[in-house]
């Protein structure tokens, strides 16, 4: 398997860090019971990307969930799901939202992780390639030789484009990614640095509307159709050594994705607390769907086409990851 030096940097982060911290994250010491029958741990901090994908987390707080089930949740911004996964290794997190690809790639490095909830989903036009206004670029078959902007090497956004240049003859070595933060890759699309870039909304919509970038390609189709995108995991020490507080966590998360699912203008309120989406735009951007519950088949997916990129080495059982409360 090639790992891109991003990819290997990550995960020899997260490998010290693992060997570093010996302690849990925020809070009272992990194990110390909050109660009889409650929450061994009532204080948590969980990492979370500024990005529709962890709409249920802030849901679940600003209507009071995580309080009912006897928590106090501070929610605290991280870049990237690799990113977070150090910190939650390194103590500094207890849970965090993360991407599958992410999750999949520190087990095979030996991290012992669990999901305990899902998040959020592949949906149409949510996941695009995009490329400036008058490219010459008119098919994804163009992109060869070609530079593509990407939030992380070795993750969800590589996977998916290498599976669509896969269905047009061509591999992931055929072209070059480039690793820049959303909020950059409408300048670098702009200024040629890169010949295409792959976004999320809100940057979908705002790269259309602020230098007139055209839709190249919906990544998730084929392979990736509705695609599981992200979750929020745990170590696996915290899961053993908290149950009951995991269980009141994917309690609280349960009532909040519900409300995700099935309301989206409860989804296009909260948004613009969290993230740079104004109202305006909360109401016509593209969301991917949230799961209502955590599938070990669905997860399966991404394992499965991580192996056949060639992200792993061998088979990962997703069924191993699913915290033991998971539903």
Known sequence: MRFGRASRAVIAGVTAALVLSACGGSGEPAGTAAGTGGPEKTRLTVGALPIPDSAALYIANA???FKEEGLTVAIEPVVGGAQAQQALIGGSLDATQTNYVSTFLAVSAGIKLKVVSDLYQAAPNAFNLMVPKDSPIKTPADLKGRKIAVNSRKNVGTLAVAALLKTHGLTEADVEFLEFPFP???DKLNTGIVDAAWMTEPHLTAVQKTIGAGKLADTMVGPME???IAGVVVTEDFANKNPATTAAFQRAIAKAQQI??????AVEEILPTYTKIDTATAAVITLGSFPTSLDQT???RVADLMLEQGYLKS????????SGNAG
């Open 184 to 186: 950059d890759m409408a």
């Open 63 to 65: 209507r009071g969930f």
């Open 315 to 322: 088979r990962i059982e997703a069924k191993a990851l699913l």
């Open 298 to 300: 669905r997860l399966q």
């Open 226 to 228: 509705g695609f599981p």
């Open 260 to 265: 995700s699912a099935t309301d989206r203008k």
